[in-house]
């Protein structure tokens, strides 16, 4: 229960860092209340949860309404809009990583580091 504590602080900095780079929604361009989008899910790619190449701000129709509803239409945006995270993520996916106490200390401290830049 620890590590909760760390991830959704880490979970906080990157919004905060999002927020910082995007004041509208990444697809529609919409001046709307903005949600964190993981490109590859947080549950089943919980490594890529902290990955800024992972995260978009998409407003809540877009976010659930188009990403979820339509992933093949959704991923075919993402890899022409944004080509260089996409072919960083489909290696990063499969990449091995012990999620831990200290890797959430590590991740929070490099996030804090980033945001305050």
Do not use: T
């Amino acid at each position: 229960m620890a590590n909760r504590y760390k991830i959704l602080k880490c979970d906080f900095a990157c919004r905060q860092i999002l927020s910082k780079e995007y004041f509208v929604c990444q697809k529609c361009k919409e001046c709307k209340p903005l949600d964190v989008s993981h490109c590859f899910g947080k549950k089943a790619y919980p490594h890529l949860r902290h990955d800024l190449n992972n995260l978009l701000l998409l407003c809540n129709d877009c976010h659930i309404g188009w990403w979820h509803k339509y992933p093949k239409e959704a991923w075919s945006w993402f890899e022409e809009n944004f080509e260089e995270r996409y072919n960083y993520l489909i290696v990063a996916k499969n990449k091995i990583v012990k999620l831990n106490k200290m890797y959430y200390e590590q991740k929070y401290q490099e996030l804090k580091k980033m945001e305050g830049e």
